[in-house]
């Protein structure tokens, strides 16, 4: 499998678009498949209302899901409901990958005060679902890595993140970069991102195997048509 940027195609919906990879699977005849990320907020309201409606006729599994709820469906209601109530200019962030410019195949949500928090990460589709789950993550981490450059060394935010101690999503993480500090123990592990580890942590994800390489688009502002979850 092997990511590339392309040009987003014909425009639907109004989102702030951030970044958009080729994947490319199989080596003879192989499938081209594009994945598009998008930030969104309460100016998407009634593509958010029309996702909401949709979110129960099917049955998501993520084994690798960082979430606050029990199940992905759940999770990503809240995180819809959560777009709802962003403005345009709110620090806080819900991110939306799409499939091939019909299908959503994933969300990331944080919150970003003195310490950024990554909420909730869960993708699906298929096998295509791990070029979404990278994208989502890189695009959070490119933000933070951003406004950190812009401050003073010493005032630069770590991230964290809260996920289940035995989950996949945990271990995934942490080979991503985040460790887990010293803390009590509860049903939730608080792992950490340091600062100064960002830019590594985003080319391991970019780079970190032979058949997989994902870049970065210039943002602009598109529209696309009705999207299916």
């Not at 990554?118 to 589709?125: D, E, F, S, T």
């Amino acid at each position: 499998m092997h990511l590339q940027p392309i040009n987003t195609a014909e425009p639907n919906f109004k989102a702030n678009y951030l970044r958009s990879v080729k994947i490319i699977n199989g080596k003879i005849n192989p499938q081209k498949n594009v994945v598009d990320i998008y930030s969104i907020n309460k100016e998407d309201k009634n593509l958010i209302e029309k996702l909401l409606i949709k979110i129960d006729l099917k049955d998501r599994k993520d084994s690798l899901a960082i979430k606050e709820k029990p199940t992905v469906n759940n999770t990503i209601r809240h995180i819809l409901e959560k777009a709802l109530k962003l403005g345009s200019k709110s620090k806080d962030r819900v991110y939306m990958a799409v499939k091939d410019g019909k299908h959503v195949a994933g969300f990331l949500d944080y919150t970003d005060g003195e310490t950024p928090v990554l909420r909730n990460l869960v993708a699906w589709y298929g096998k295509d679902k791990e070029a979404s789950r990278i994208n989502l993550l890189t695009e959070f981490l490119h933000n933070i890595d951003k406004a950190n450059q812009s401050r003073q060394w010493s005032e630069r935010a770590d991230i964290t993140a809260l996920v289940a101690p035995e989950s996949k999503g945990n271990r995934w993480l942490k080979d991503g970069g985040f460790h887990a500090p010293a803390q009590p123990k509860s049903d939730k592990e608080r792992l950490q991102l340091d600062a100064n580890l960002i830019p590594s942590s985003i080319r391991q994800l970019e780079t970190g195997s032979t058949d997989m390489r994902i870049t970065t688009d210039l943002e602009q502002n598109v529209n696309l048509n009705d999207l299916d979850l």
